[in-house]
Every structure is written in C-alpha cells, then in structure tokens.
C-alpha cells in the first residue's frame, strides 16, 4: 500500500551527523506531502510516537500502533493539579502545579484469529510503515506480524482527527491473514500511569495524587477523575463495521461537570463522529486544510525533503494550537508529556507570530485564552508583590504560576512583553479591532503596568532589576537587554492603543478606563519610562551588554568544552551556568531580531560576533533567532546552518527527547528561519515589508501569509522577490525599504538587494 | 522550696514591649545563678522547654515537664536521612538532608495515687516553679495539681545531664499528697513523630520515610532505627528508690551499630549512671562547672539580670556543642528541631570565636568534626563543579549538603571562610601547633584552593561571582565585600600557615604537599589571588558597596514599612527582597568587624551609617555584629540596644520561635558584643588587643578569657581597665594599641581613650 524509499540526498546529509540515526527509515513522499516512518523498534517509538502525533488543539493522539499503544492521548483540558512540595518553602512560591496528563486510553485493539486473541508479545513484528498525510491529518498504517504458529497477520489502520477541533478520534481498522477468520476489537483502557520524576527536569513530576479515580467504567465507557483538580473526563467507544472496515469513534469530554454530564457529551461526540463516517470525515479534513496549506504552502526550490519538513512543522503547529479559547498551544503541543503540558513565552514570542500570518483565526483563539487568565496573571502579580498590574505565570495550563524554581521560572518577568508583544503583532496583522478594544487593550495595559510596579528610576533612567532573560544559563540580573527592549516597546504599545480605542471608541476607552481604574499621568509615565529604559552598552568593548553584570564574568570556552557535558544544563549546577558567560539560548541575539530595528547593521554583527561563540544552543528556542540574525548580518551559512537545525530539530531528533514531544517553538521556528530570516520580513509599526536573500546553495523558495485579509504570495529566486496578491484587498508594504503597493490578483517583481 | 520574685527593673523595660511576654513570670535568683520560670502554661511551654533545656554536646533533653513531655530528647548523632524532592530538580542539586529528630523519649512518668493511675488530663496545674542553677545544669522543678478529687499533689523532679559528654539523663523524681500512698512509675516512651512541615522554612521538613522504627522494646529498653540513613537509638532506663526519691538514669547510645551492641552501650551507660548515684553526679557537675565559669565568668555591675542573662546564654553554648570531635554545635544547639539540627557558618564565625577563648578544648572538637567531614567538604565541591578544593556544605550534620534552595544556601561559599578564621583564630588563641599542622593546615589549604577555582582574574583583580553573602536578603551577587575579604585574610592565612609549617615541620609538611598534590607556584597565586581582591566601593556614594550591584537598586523604606510583615522573609517572595536594598542581617558590617583593621574609623562610620536603616535584623545573627561596629564608631546607644537584643533573644523570644531551638550564634553573639563590642577585643595576627569603653548608663563590667594558657582576667569601669592574669605564662597584648607585658599574679589598670 505505502511506498518505501530513500532519499539518497537527505541520506547522505544524515550520515555526516552519526549520532543522529532515527532518520533511518524515514522519508517523504515524492509529493512531498506524505511523512513515511518504517519500523517500530522500541528504542524509537517514543519518538515516532511524538512525529506522527494527530491534533486539533482540543485532543492529541500520539502515533503508537495499536497493538502497543500506551498513553497515546491527551486532553488540553485535562489536567491533574498538585501540591508543589518544597524541602524549603519560601514565601511567594507557587504552592500548586497543573500537570497534563494522559488520559483514558483508546487505541486498544484485541484480534482474535479462529477467536483466539493473538499475543502480541509472542509474535514478531516484520514491519510496520506508517504514513502521515500532512494535507488532511490522516495517519495510515500497515503493519505485519508473524504469530507464533508461522502465519502472517497484516494490520491495516488509519486515523485522523477532525480539525474542527472536536476531541474525538475516528479510525477504521481491518486485518488480513490468509486461510483464516480474523475480527477485530476495539477498547478503551483506563487512563496510564503519567510519567514519574527523573533526574531531567523536562519531564516527569510527582503528583500528590495517584492520578484518575474511576468514577463509571462499562463497555467502550469510562468516566475518570482526577482528584486535585477535579477534572473529570469521560471516553465513550462506538464502533461499526463497514465493509471490510471496523470503523472506531472514540469521544471524550473533560471538564469539572459530573460524571453523567461528561458521558452524555463523549458519547454523543463518538456517536455523532461515527455517522459522520469515516470517508466524509476525512473529505472534510481535506478542505478544511486546503485552505491553511494554501495560505502556508512553504517550499524551497530543489530541496523536497527540506520544505516537507517546514510542512511537518507547520503541520503540528497548526493542529495542537488551541482554537476554542480555553486553551492554547504548550510547548510540546498535545503530542506529549514534557514540562507538564505547560504554556510558556514561546507560545507568543514564537508560535503566535507564525499562526497570527497563517491561520489568524487560531491565533486570536490563543490570544483569547490569555484574556480569560488575566485574572490570574493579576493575582500572580500580588503573589509577587506588585501592587498593581498584571504578570502572566511562567508556566501554566489554568493561569496560576506552576513553576517550582524562580531562577529561571517566574523570574523570567520577559513573558508579560511576548505577550503584548502578540497582541500588537496579531492586532496589526489581523486589523482585529474588536479583539483590540474588547481584551486586547486591557491586557497590554495591565501586563505594561507591571513594568512600572517593578522597575525604578536611578537618575533619569528606568531600571529593571532581578529578573532572567530568556537565556536560562543567567539569571536574577538586573538590566537585562532583551527584557528592558521589550518592555519598552511593550510600554510604547499599550500607550498608542490606549490613544488610538479613545479616539476611535471614545465610550468603550472610558469604561475600560474606569474598570481598570487608570491614573491622571498614567499613560504619560509609561511613556516616560520607557524613553528612560536603560539598555546596557559596553562602551569599552563596544558591544551591547547581556545585562548589567554579563560581560564581567568568565567567558566559558565552549569550544574546548567536552562534548558530552552537553547539555550544560544537565551536568554543571546552576550556579556554575550564572557565573559564567555562556548562554543557553539567544537572548540579546532574539533582542535584535524583535527590538533591533533602531540598531545599525555594524552593532547588530558584534552582537551576532559576540554571542554566538558563548551559546550552546541547549534550547532548541535558540537556532531559529540565531538564523534570522545570522541572515541579517550576512552570515548566509551560519544562517543556513541554524534553519537546518530548527527545522529538523524533531525529525531528526536533535536534543534527543522528541518522545516527550514536538519542540513546537522550533517548529515555528523553522517558518521564522525562513520568513523572518531569508525573506526578511519584520513588522514595523502599522505595517510590514521584506529584505529577501537567497542563502547560498538554494534557487528559491516560496511561503505565503495573510495580512488584514489579504492573501500574499511570495516568491524569492536569484533574480529577484515576485509578490502576488491573490485575495483581498490591495496591499502596501515596504521591499529592502522600497513601498509597494500591490492590487488583488496583481504581482509584483523585484530585485534582491545586492 | 524556690523563691519567686519579679525585677521591677527588668520588668519596666520589658512592658516597652509589650510583645514580648514571655518573661512574666521569669527571673533569677538573688545571686544570678539560677533561672526561675514560674507556669507550664501551653502556649509557653515549648518556649520554657528551649529556655530549660539541658545538653552536653552528645545529648540535649529540652525542659519539659514529665507528666507532658512530648519529643524531649535529641542526640548528636541521631538523624534521619530523607530525599530532598524537587518539583524541578535542576543538576548538581543536593540530593538528600539530613534531619535530626527526637529519639526515644526518657520523661514518661505514670503517678499511682492508692494504685491507681493519675490523669494529668483532668488534673488542673495549680502551679509549677522550674529552676534551672547555671553552676551545675541542674534543673529542679516542683509541680502542684488539683486532682480530680480536690486533693493536691506535688511533683519534685530534677534532672542533670553530665557534663563529660555521655548521653546520658539522670533524674530524680519524688511526690507528695497527704494521707495518700503515692507511687512514680518512670518509663520509656518510643521515639515521637518529628514535627512536619510548615510555611515556615525554618522549621520542619518532610521526612520520605516514617520516622523510628522498632528492632527492640522491653521493659526499660528501646531500641530504634531510622531507615533512610540506618542510625540505630538504644534508650535504656534503670531506677531504684533512694529513701524518698525514685532515681532514674536514660542511658542512649545511637550509631550504625547493630541493636544489640546499641543496647549494651546504653544499659551499661543507664547502669553506671545509677551506681555513680545523684548526689555524686551533681558534685561532678559542679567541679566541671566551676573551671568554665571562673575563666567565662561576665558580669555586668548594678545589671544583676543582663548578667545572668549573658551566664544563660554561656550555658546553652558551653553545654550543646559536641565533645568529641563526632559532631559540633548546631543552629539550635540541641534544644528543639529548627533548621533540621543543621550545623552552618555561624557556628565558625559566631560560636567558635567565643569557645576559643573560654573552651578551647571545645572549640578544638568543632574542629577536628570539620577536619572529619572534609572529604565530603571536598566531594561537595566537586559537586559544585570545582575541579579543585573543598567546600564546607552550607548546613549539614554528616557533612554532606543539605540545602535546597541554593540562592540563600550553597551560593553561601562564604562558609569556607569562616571555618578558615575560626581555625587561625582558634590556633593563635590556643596555640594549639599539633592541631594545626595536623588538621587546621589541611583544612586551611582545601579550602583556600576553593577560592581560585571559583574566582577568576579580571585585568589585574581578582572577583568571585555569583555567591551570597551572610545577608540573605541578596542573593547571588557578584564581589560580595564581605565574601571577598574574608577569602583575601583566608588566602593570605593558608599561605602563613603553610610558610610556618614548612619552616617549623618540614617533614610533616613535606607529607601534607604530597598528599595534596601542592602545586608549583600554588600558594604564590593564593597570594596574588589575595592581593588583586576586589572589595567593590562607590566612589560617587564614597562608601563601600556591600556587592557589585547592590547600591544600585531601590532602597527599602524600612521605616515605612508595616511593623505586621516582619520578618520581611514571611510576607516577601526572595525576588523581591533580592532586587532591594535591603538586608536581612549584617553582612558589610560583619566584614567591618572580622575584617576592617585596615579599614579607617571614618569609612566605617560610613557604612554603619549608611547599612543600619537598611537592615531589618530579621536574622538573629544581625545584633552582635552592628553592636561590635556601633561602638567601634562610637554609637554608644545603638551599641547597647543590639547588645541588649542579641542578650535576650531568647528569654526574650524576640523573634516568636525558641520553641524550635535557642538561637545559639546570637548567645554567643552576646559574648561577642560584650567583649569585642565595648571590650574592644580584637585578634590581630599573632596576638590580641583591647579598646574598652563603658556604654552610658553602665558602671563597669568584667569577663575573662585565656590565651595560650595563660587565664586573663579583665574589669572595666569607668576609671579605668584593670588585665589580670591569674595563671599561665606572662601575656603581652595591646591596650588602646599600647603594648601591655603582665606576668601571672600580676595586673596592670589603665585608663580607657577619651
């Protein structure tokens, strides 16, 4: 059924980096749009399990095979709250921890050959393919076993689940085996064991409860609830058969109703999914991604294995993102248990800026999500002790803060800027004015206030102390560039909105003004400190500085450094990592990306000269900043090299713990290599505009974006950069500084910069 | 029997506070040698059992009464290990704490009136009267109840603990009721739960497992065993009736033994403290006593209380520091559970410098329990990724490091410096070269070599990183001053040591290069590392800068502040306090003490000035410290205000918690301020001097000391000085920077400096 090949050009490429081997048996189709997987050793099903993982932001199913399956599904509203445990507490930490956990299990299979069950365990598995088709989310599998008395047993599964962002799963199952009676059924199990603590502080926690209660368990029925959080979540089983087919719908229901209430909604979601069918389901999702694919169609000339890969990541971008408001999109998407299914920075900082050009309606879904937590950033604000003002939890499923160490948890007060950051970001692109006014508006202000709480005045300038950038390797500093940048655009932003909803929606201002009960001079003095927000410079060195005290320390020689104490983080104490110049991940360097745009080419080179030798790149946040700083500094190779890595950082599984899940940031990444970096796109106010290069080795490439409603093409090739607007109203932006003005299905070509 | 009586004096100033009332019902005797603590009111009754407790650095029973007591007992070696859980367990983190816990308890007493069993519970308190005579540690009490019945009953007890170390409580119990035949019946009780965690992170942890567990129980025996670090507690008790007394002895013994050595070591001790007998017991405590009071003896004229308060205070350090070179002196000495029973850097900085000169000999066992633990001073180190060095754990029993919140824990590397003041100062007090060649130097050059591996060269000086000071309202800062300045008189030390070692044991020193593998050149750079110290100062503020950015940040407005949120540590989350100036305790004005020979009187006024608003004293370390510096400068007032907070921080319960243990370093923190304070003692170098003063409103003062054998006796009143030097060889010391030369028997009165 699956085709099987190799490519003998990505091969090659594989092979120079021996360490990474789980590209073996992997390859596309020649369309390009069709993962292949061969094999399920288990020393690399962790890591299939996480590529070939099926979302839609509401449920994750990760890409086990059946007959093995085990914790394959995640809710993005279930989750076990715990009690964080302290050997030594202090006032302030956060006291609980939302933990995402896996739930009932659905992918259960027993084949009964002559009505005996087969015993997986004794039966050897010849081989298994499976096939992942990024343009409609269908997961198909072949897989065949040699039972124990000799014969042969072929599996055939396929899945998907609806992108409309249901949580059901629908598959359709058969089995052949020559000469013999073969059925097939399906069940649903209890929810697993979630993963225990290690001596990684990426995966695994302790939970003070023993995970789900049973609260109803019949057949294809089970209602379970965790105990700390009181969420329950019920799984209801339906299945027919069609023809050859066994056809499977599993619905699920989270949430803090009762058990009946729950079991209602799953059962009527299986029911209703199993009516559906299979063959007009998966129609649907052949429409419903046409119109993204369109839109995000990224590809890059003469390199089919390379744009595949941006579409894998596109892929799990688009479908783990929440799209209901409840929820958002975690660092591991659904499709795993690393850092406890938490949200972070880089939900905004990275994957909004991607989904607020591609699919802006998810994007505002996940903007939606932060408004309906301000209330708990506003109370993580006093847990701070901030008097006033709003200050987003470093990491969260519910909102309130879960992060159990401060050093680079909740100290990293950088997080209240990528959101206003978003904010601004999706507001301009979208021209979603009613998302502006009605939530926006308030969260930059209260999140900007902060900025005032928290920083003080030293002479005439505005400093921030004790707070961690985004490079974990330092911490507790004061002054820190990228944090002191962003709060200073952050602050200039909620000023010009609130200008902007009080000329534009005078009576809506003047509520929003009184709910939030905003000062005489308020606004004044956000714009105030930020014209006085110090940005740390070296003028002995020339360079700007990390923060106030970085260039002072040792600089740790990572070139002569072993390579098996990487990463740093997993072999040096913390307080090694601080006192040392060595950054985990870009920090400054993403500082010039987001907030460089009043920085010449020159300083932006030392930055890039500087900082690059001193980080490990141990997060894989870091790859895709250091490409679209490398690109504008003309470090074309550099560049090259640092998209490569962000774009295959789970495809060829970089950092080694891909099976916890995809590393979504990265994911995003690779677009923002691509976009950001080789076609220079940055925003710029109230618009936007390119400095396209073609790096070295590479004809062209192509990607798409949606601006206000209008759909943009863009093409860039040696002989110059061709945009095409194939929808929507005309569109002015700025090419290498240039304004073009470009009419609905119009284009326009030009020149690269020399 | 005991007379009670209130000082109106006392009385008057302590109604100032009105707080602070524990001491209704409190006094002396007439002579000052005897506590008196009227009341077993409950929620008092933890503090009178701290105030009551009695220790002998291998046992510490705390002054509970028999018919309640509940978790009495402590032993220095008898602790449990447990897993420190993290919620984000980060590299290099410690792994495990050491707890200590009550062991088995000695004080059950069942009371038969006409055979049947008293109930306590029913029975009302009519009143007890605990005394406690500081010549012998003997603790008498006499209780009175209302039986249910209406008849009255009154309970003698008392109780010594030998002075010689053994672990071993000897009682006597007898009772009266008229008409009545009344029985005592003594017996054993199983070790208690220790008491569990709170919000409060100075006291109470989670112990993984469940505390003793029973190998043996009899009739007067108990032999447990506490499974995470497998130290087995044998209690053995034996009684006889003695005319009207029941005597009864608790012998414990408490190692990796197994249960029958355990029990033999304690029956016997049980056994051999009956035969001795009480009366002989308390003899011998009374000889023990008499040499340590005649040398320690301090006395205030016309200040009857503060007197004994300073004898309390002397009598808690004297008797909870260990023996025998096994353990040392705890936080809490042995009188409760706060901060685990952990030994930190204030027993070196605090406590050492006051045994050194009226114990050597016990200040010589804190050392050589240093010299003990060196290795795992140096597997620490390594854990902290120091290729060289040790590096004493911040707080520990075993040796191994037992924090687990870093930035106010092991970042303290300042540790190491205080042990390497106490080993010179013990040295040079004592004279003790066979110590010092055989463990201080070892000691001496581990730890100074920790200093190299951490610091680094910068131009031509040389600055620690990423360490916190003795203030842990700051944390993680870079150039602490007081860290720096201890390290640069530490590596100067190590270097003096060894140059005399090699000079006056060349063999012996031969043998220690080669067992540390002393490289070339070494104690060259340990000399050019001292030299190139940085010790940071504001030249704009003219003032010396408690570490590179603490100046800085945003001042505390301490005066402001609400007096409900101290201690700021309960009310405050470390980041904020951090990012402020403000500081827990002294930390600049400790190395202005310990290290500020060189620095002029002028500069230190200006840091007196400029740290004293900023210092909440939300650590009891903080008073003697700014007590010694305030009249260095001549803040005679002030001087007297912290002498008299570290005096009676626990008769006092200034800080709401000697339920958990007495504040030891702030006892001896009262010796401190007395004799360094307005003594004006100071080592320096190879000898000693003296700068006294007499503080307004005080008459004179006395205390004594020895230097190299030679037993210095000091009055100062305001006429004058007066040095005695009742035994030993002729002393030569300074007065005033004048040399004095005063031979045994001979005394010498000079005049104090205008």
């Not at 021996?18 to 749009?33: I, K, L, M, P, Y």
């Not at 084949?111 to 997986?120: A, I, K, Q, R, T």
């Not at 890969?309 to 929820?327: E, I, M, Q």
Request: hydrophobic share 40%; charged share 25%.
């Amino acid at each position: 059924m699956l085709r099987y090949f190799r490519s003998r050009h990505r091969e090659e490429w594989i092979l120079g980096r021996a360490e990474r081997d789980r590209r073996q048996g992997v390859t596309f189709s020649d369309d390009g749009w069709t993962l292949v997987i061969a094999g399920d050793d288990s020393d690399r099903e962790g890591w299939v399990g996480t590529i070939l993982a099926l979302s839609n932001g509401s449920i994750g199913v990760r890409g086990a095979i059946e007959e093995r399956a085990r914790a394959s599904t995640f809710l993005a509203e279930a989750y076990e709250q715990s009690p964080i445990h302290y050997h030594e507490r202090l006032h302030g930490f956060a006291e609980r921890s939302d933990t995402r956990v896996p739930v009932a299990e659905p992918l259960g299979l027993r084949v009964l050959v002559d009505g005996v069950p087969v015993d997986f365990g004794a039966a050897e598995a010849v081989q298994t393919i499976r096939a992942l088709d990024l343009r409609t989310g269908l997961l198909r599998r072949e897989s065949c076993w040699r039972l124990a008395d000799g014969r042969h047993l072929t599996i055939h599964a396929e899945r998907i689940v609806p992108i409309d962002g249901t949580p059901v799963l629908l598959r359709r199952l058969r089995a052949e085996l020559d000469g013999a009676d073969v059925a097939l059924d399906s069940f649903l199990g209890p929810a697993p064991r979630a993963i225990g603590q290690s001596d990684d502080p990426r995966i695994g926690v302790h939970l003070g409860s023993g995970g789900f209660q049973t609260e109803q368990a019949d057949a294809g029925l089970i209602v379970e609830r965790l105990p700390g959080s009181g969420i329950g979540v019920a799984a209801a089983q339906r299945s027919h058969q069609d023809d050859e087919w066994l056809v499977v719908a599993t619905g699920f229901a989270a949430g803090a109703a009762a058990s009946d209430a729950l079991r209602a909604e799953a059962e009527s979601r299986a029911e209703r999914a199993l009516r559906t069918g299979f063959d007009a389901a998966l129609q649907g999702q052949h429409e419903a991604f046409a119109a993204f694919w369109d839109r995000a169609g990224v590809s890059i000339e003469g390199e089919s294995e390379t744009s595949a890969a941006l579409r894998v990541n596109l892929f799990h971008l688009f479908t783990s993102a929440g799209r209901d408001g409840h929820s958002s999109a975690a660092a591991k998407g659904l499709t795993g248990e690393g850092y406890e299914g938490h949200y972070f920075w880089d939900t905004e900082a990275f994957m909004l800026p991607v989904l607020a050009l591609i699919a802006p309606d998810v994007a505002r879904a996940m903007l939606v999500y932060r408004f309906r937590t301000l209330d708990a950033a506003r109370a993580n604000a006093r847990e701070l002790d901030h008097a006033s003002g709003a200050l987003y939890a470093w990491r969260t499923i519910a909102g309130r803060e879960c992060s159990a160490h401060y050093p680079s948890g909740s100290a990293q007060y950088h997080i209240n800027a990528a959101i206003g950051f978003a904010i601004g970001f999706y507001a301009e692109a979208s021209g979603d004015d009613d998302f502006l006014f009605a939530m926006g508006a308030e969260m930059l202000i209260e999140t900007a206030r902060l900025w005032l709480a928290l920083g003080d005045w030293h002479a005439d300038s505005f400093h921030i102390h004790g707070v961690t950038g985004p490079d974990e390797y330092t911490a507790l500093v004061d002054d820190n560039w990228y944090t002191n940048r962003m709060a200073q655009k952050h602050l200039r932003l909620a000023r010009r909105v609130a200008d902007r909803m009080a000329d534009a929606v005078p009576e809506q201002w003047a509520s929003l003004s009184r709910k939030l009960v905003l000062g005489d001079g308020e606004l004044e003095r956000f714009s105030r400190a930020a014209d006085a927000l110090h940005l740390p410079y070296d003028v002995a060195r020339d360079i700007d500085a990390q923060d106030a005290s970085f260039l002072s320390k040792p600089r740790w020689d990572l070139a002569a450094a072993p390579k098996d104490r990487f990463p740093l983080l997993l072999h040096y104490h913390p307080m090694t990592l601080y006192r040392h110049q060595v950054c985990k991940q870009a920090d400054l360097v993403l500082g010039m990306v987001l907030g460089g745009e009043e920085v010449s080419p020159e300083r932006k080179r030392r930055v890039f000269d500087y900082y690059e030798p001193l980080t490990t790149h141990d997060s894989t946040l870091s790859a895709s900043s250091f490409a679209i700083l490398a690109s504008e500094v003309g470090e074309h190779e550099a560049a090259l090299r640092f998209f490569r890595d962000t774009t295959f950082v789970d495809l060829e599984d970089q950092h080694g713990n891909t099976d916890h899940g995809v590393h979504m940031a990265s994911l995003a990444g690779s677009w923002l290599a691509l976009v950001w970096g080789f076609g220079g796109f940055r925003p710029s106010g109230e618009g936007f505009g390119f400095r396209p290069q073609v790096p070295p080795g590479w004809t062209g490439y192509r990607f798409g974006m949606c601006w206000r409603g209008s759909e943009l093409r863009v093409r860039v090739d040696r002989e110059g950069a061709c945009y095409e607007v194939v929808a929507g109203p005309a569109l002015t932006f700025a090419h290498n500084g240039e304004t073009v003005h470009i009419e609905a299905g119009r284009s326009w070509a030009m020149a690269l910069a020399q």
